[in-house]
Each structure stands twice: as C-alpha cells, then as structure tokens.
C-alpha cells in the first residue's frame, strides 16, 4: 500500500504569496492531520478531518490558513498571504481511527522570503 | 490541558552503549502514550505505543518504553544502539483510546558515535 503522499517536497515563496500545499493520505484511513513542525515549537496541529468532516482547526492559525478535504483521499493546505514566519516543515499524516497509530508523509518544506 | 516534555534535546552516545531517552507527561487521567521517530528528511514513525496494562511494552529494533504513573513518566530505552539509531525521537499522547489528536513533546535528537 503506499504511504501517505505529500507535494510538493520544497517550496519557496514570496511573502504576500498563495500557496497550496496537498496531501493524499492512507487509502482506507478516516483520520487526516496537517501539522506545522519548526525546530523551535515543534510540531503543532493545524487542522485535524474525521471522515472529511473538520474536526479541529487550530486556533493560532484560523485566519491565514485553511485545510480543505475534498475527497476522502485528498487534502490540501492553503495559506494565504504567506509570511516569512510561516517557514517550516509540513507534515501531514492519516489514521484509520481508533488505533492511536499515525502514518506520515516526508512532509513539504515551505521556505518564504 | 495536557502536555508532553522531553528535557534532553539532545543526546549523545556510543555505538553499543544503552540510551534512556527521558518523557514526562501531564494529563490528569491515565494517558494514552507512543514513541514517534523522525529519520532525516522523512516522517515521523511510531515506535511503540502503551495503553494499558504491562508498563514495560516492547517496539520495533529493540526498543522498549516504561510507563509510571507514579512519575508520570514515559522513557524509551534501548539496551545497545547502533549507528542507524541516530534520529529525532518524539513522545506524545493522547487523552483517550481512539482520540487520534495526539500531542507531541519537542522532540530528542539522538547521535550516535561510532
């Protein structure tokens, strides 16, 4: 089965920019998680699907980022306007749910200027 | 709340030398607790995991965890590292069985010397 899939790997950015990064997840898990890691923070949930349904959307990122699950099998993260700040890895992962086990992707590294 | 600290963010040790990767916990019911780990430019990958019963449980490449209530305390351990060990090491939790929102610590970044 493949793991969980995340494009692209890299982006750089201009501040001011859109950027949509997407994410397809375990086929058959329920679950999917968008996390934001930085080596000073750490990992930090931004949004969190049940079943498509947005279970959790991280408080600290409501307004500049939005996660969207169109399909049980696709989700992207939207950050607009992107800030020099918002530099990190993003991770997401899915779940089957009830099983406590998450399975990540390589995550995509988003630099911006 | 709950909250997860690991207070070595990094460590250092000897090829076949035994490691304690140290995690205390706070949450006020008896939590649900994973080892993750990170290898470079990968995900994140669960090690083990404990929900109830023996406090020592068992992962894969030979790690182990001890859960203590009385410390609230998680510790991962291995008897003998080997250089394909060196990676970031994460504990987390979650407050209950089948919450799939899980809280991570900030991480221990492992090095392994040869």
């Known amino acids: 089965d493949a793991g969980v899939t995340q494009t692209p790997r890299h982006e750089v950015a201009e501040k001011g920019q859109t950027i949509i990064l997407k994410c397809e997840p375990v086929?058959?898990?329920?679950?999917l998680f968008w996390y934001r890691q930085t080596k000073i923070q750490g990992l930090e949930l931004l949004s969190y699907?049940?079943?498509?349904?947005?279970?959790?959307d991280g408080g600290a990122f409501k307004d500049r980022f939005k996660a969207e699950m169109l399909n049980s099998s696709f989700s992207t993260l939207k950050i607009q306007p992107t800030e020099p700040k918002d530099s990190a890895v993003y991770l997401c992962?899915?779940?089957?749910?009830?099983?406590?086990?998450?399975?990540f992707g390589e995550g995509s590294k988003l630099t911006v200027l | 709340a709950q909250s997860v600290t690991q207070p070595d963010a990094r460590v250092t040790v000897s090829e076949g030398a035994s490691l304690q990767l140290r995690c205390k916990y706070s949450?006020?019911?008896?939590?649900?607790l994973f080892w993750y780990v990170q290898y470079p430019r990968q995900g994140l990958q669960l090690l083990l995991k404990?929900?109830?019963?023996?406090?020592v449980v068992q992962g894969v490449n030979s790690f182990e965890a001890e859960f203590s209530k009385s410390n609230s305390s998680f510790h991962l351990q291995k008897a003998s590292v080997h250089w394909s060990d060196s990676a970031v090491y994460f504990c987390?939790?979650?407050?209950?069985?089948?919450?799939?929102?899980?809280?991570f610590g900030a991480g221990t970044k492992l090095t392994i010397k040869p």
């Open positions: 992962a899915s779940s089957l749910g009830n099983t406590g086990q998450l399975y």
């Open positions: 949450y006020s019911a008896t939590p649900y």
């Open positions: 987390a939790l979650s407050m209950n069985y089948g919450n799939e929102k899980i809280t």
């Open positions: 699907f049940r079943s498509k349904s947005l279970m959790e």
């Open positions: 086929s058959g898990h329920n679950d």
């Open positions: 404990y929900y109830s019963g023996d406090p």
